[in-house]
T-cell receptor
Framework: DTGVSQDPRHKITKRGQNVTFRCDPISEHNRLYWYRQTLGQGPEFLTY????????KSRLLSDRFSAERPKGSFSTLEIQRTEQGDSAMYLC??????????????FGPGTRLLVL | KQEVTQIPAALSVPEGENLVLNCSFT??????LQWFRQDPGKGLTSLLL?????REQTSGRLNASLDKSSGRSTLYIAASQPGDSATYLCAVLTGNQFYFGTGTSLTVIP
């Protein structure tokens, strides 16, 4: 399967614990995006990488959140000291950005986080 | 900041009907507009992408149009089937960010 994969698919944690999610993009894609989606809402942008460089972060991404893409391939999203408000679906998407008009995002299945 | 709105929020139709979903956006400086389908608890599947220089795209029973100057797009689904039941999301690429609407939840009744 050459699509975008995410691990784990589900995570239940207690408030205050740290969690880490992984995303493996489509191999030739140079951009990788993280989104958060809550029930009944569209995905909200968190951050994106162009190769290994993190170029933009949303104000939604508090200092408890950190993302890396160390070799320009897979990415991790870590949430420290989780809060109940962090409960959501975390989606990863990748794309090949050559020119903006043709950039198409391909999404992974998401990681559903529940903070108790 | 780009804002994307989708109307209606929910739609229920009998099988076989043709239907139209609407998407509007506030900033016309977009690179493209993409329509996605999302099944409950799953990720997003791309349906159609319309580049800013294009006016419509077609794939099977789906046709999407784009009027960039008025900030509107429509997704037309012909001869709806129960398998079309899902949430449909539109997203616009502005600068380096994709902005999503809140989606239209479609139910096709057999």
């Amino acid at each position: 399967d050459t699509g975008v994969s995410q691990d784990p698919r589900h995570k239940i944690t207690k408030r205050g614990q740290n969690v880490t999610f992984r995303c493996d993009p489509i191999s030739e894609h140079n951009r990788l995006y993280w989104y958060r989606q809550t029930l009944g809402q569209g995905p909200e942008f968190l951050t994106y990488f162009q190769n290994e460089a993190q170029l933009e972060k949303s104000r939604l991404l508090s200092d408890r959140f950190s993302a890396e893409r160390p070799k320009g391939s897979f990415s991790t999203l870590e949430i420290q000291r989780t809060e109940q408000g962090d409960s959501a679906m975390y989606l990863c998407a990748s794309s090949l950005r050559l020119g903006g008009e043709q950039e198409t995002q391909y999404f992974g299945p998401g990681t559903r986080l529940l903070v108790l | 900041k780009q804002e994307v709105t989708q109307i209606p929020a929910a739609l229920s139709v009998p099988e076989g009907e043709n239907l139209v979903l609407n998407c509007s956006f506030t900033d016309s400086a977009i690179y493209n507009l993409q329509w996605f389908r999302q099944d409950p608890g799953k990720g997003l599947t791309s349906l159609l992408l319309i580049q800013s220089s294009q006016r419509e795209q077609t794939s099977g029973r789906l046709n999407a149009s784009l009027d960039k100057s008025s900030g509107r797009s429509t997704l037309y689904i012909a001869a709806s089937q129960p398998g079309d039941s899902a949430t449909y999301l539109c997203a616009v690429l502005t600068g380096n960010q994709f902005y999503f609407g809140t989606g239209t939840s479609l139910t096709v009744i057999p």
